[in-house]
Structure formats: C-alpha cells, structure tokens
DNA sequence: GAACTAATTAGAGAATATGTTAAACAGCAA
DNA sequence: TTGCTGTTTAACATATTCTCTAATTAGTTC
C-alpha cells in the first residue's frame, strides 16, 4: 500500500497523542516525555515509529531535539482515507 | 480515546483494502472472501474487527451476509484525523 | 428430518508489538 | 573533561495480532 506504515503509526494512542501535541508547533523530545508515566526509551522508540512513517520529522537545536508535524504526510493520509472512504474533498 | 478501535482496524492492509471495496455499495462476506488468498476464517477476523469499530455494518439477507460502509464513523475517523493534525475543513 | 451453502466461532501456534531496566553511545555545551 | 539531552542496544516479559484447521451456527431446500 502506499503508506502502510502510516497508519500503523496512527495506531497507538500515545502516538496519536504526540501527534496532537505537535499540532501547534515543535516540542522537544523531554517536553514530549515530560507529559508521559512512561521510560525514556519507550518514547524514543514511539518518536522512531512516527519520523520512520514520517509523520513527523526531527531536527537538532543544541542539546535538543525538536520535533515537528510533517503536515505533507499528514495530508497524504488524510487524502488517502478520503479516496479509501469514496468521501469528496471540497475545495 | 475516542476510536481507538477504528484507528487500530485502519493499521492492516487488508481491513483497508476491504474498506476500499466497500466504497461504491455493499459486497457479500463470500465475494469479499474470493478476492483474498486467504482462508476464510481469516477473513472473518477481519470482517469482526471492522465491526468492532463499527466501520462496517453487516446485514443477512438469506444465506449471505452483507456489509457495508458505515460512511458515519468513515467521516468521525477524518475529523478526528482532521483534528489530530490541525487541518482545517474547508466548507 | 437430511443435505447443502454461507459464514462465524473455537482453539492453537507463530509472529509482532509494547514495555521495562540497565548500559552504552552521540552530540553539544560549559 | 564533565554534564546534559536524547537515542540505541540488549535481554527480557507480557500482550496482542494474525493465520490456520476443525467444528459450529444459521438459513435454505428437498
């Protein structure tokens, strides 16, 4: 298919959340793990989840890394599960 | 969250391709089944899960059993998705 | 009732996903 | 160098997902 691994990303909750959470602009990965009862590990593995379907997309500011919504992806999922749907996009 | 079940229906091809298929009017569970190289069963797991979700809606008619398209929870999916990513809808 | 068709459920096994802790590693800054 | 931020790897435990065969249910027809 052609973005697979999109969707499994869109899968999982925290994921979803992270997602939501970078709706309005980039957050580095602590304040990310900051809202989350989970290892700092487990976040980094759902952060390589998201940026390998490229939902989201990484960049280095310093000691940080800041993530940031890829709304081109973001699109083309939307895109797809309207085609998928047989739902008409207004323009 | 509030589809949860829908976002994990959405994560395997076939349950997508399924949903696809569903697009332009209801398919019996057998015609459904013999565009698959896979066991019936198996496809009935799948059918079950869209269920779950409630992104299809089954209905007998005699020996068959149709589905079809639940374009309801279909749109509640890209609201959210909507929603999730910032994207406006443009009315 | 019996035979037949359509589809689901049950149970088992394999594979994948998710999460942990602990340790190592990478990049940058003071 | 030392410390901070964050990722990666490893070893492991648990849970869920996926697929199969076999059995069962539901409905039709004779």
Do not use: C, W
Not at 28 to 37: F, L, N
Not at 56 to 72: D, F, M, P, S, W
């Amino acid at each position: 298919m052609l973005n697979s691994k999109a969707f499994k990303a869109l899968a999982h909750p925290v994921r979803r959340d992270i997602l939501k959470r970078l709706r309005d602009g980039q957050l580095s990965a602590g304040e990310i793990a900051d809202a989350y009862d989970m290892s700092k590990p487990s976040l980094s593995t759902h952060f390589a989840v998201l940026k390998s379907a490229r939902l989201i997309q990484a960049e280095r500011k310093g000691n940080h890394i800041y993530y940031r919504l890829n709304v081109t992806v973001a699109d083309e999922v939307l895109s797809g599960l309207m085609d998928m749907f047989g739902i008409e996009k207004e323009k």
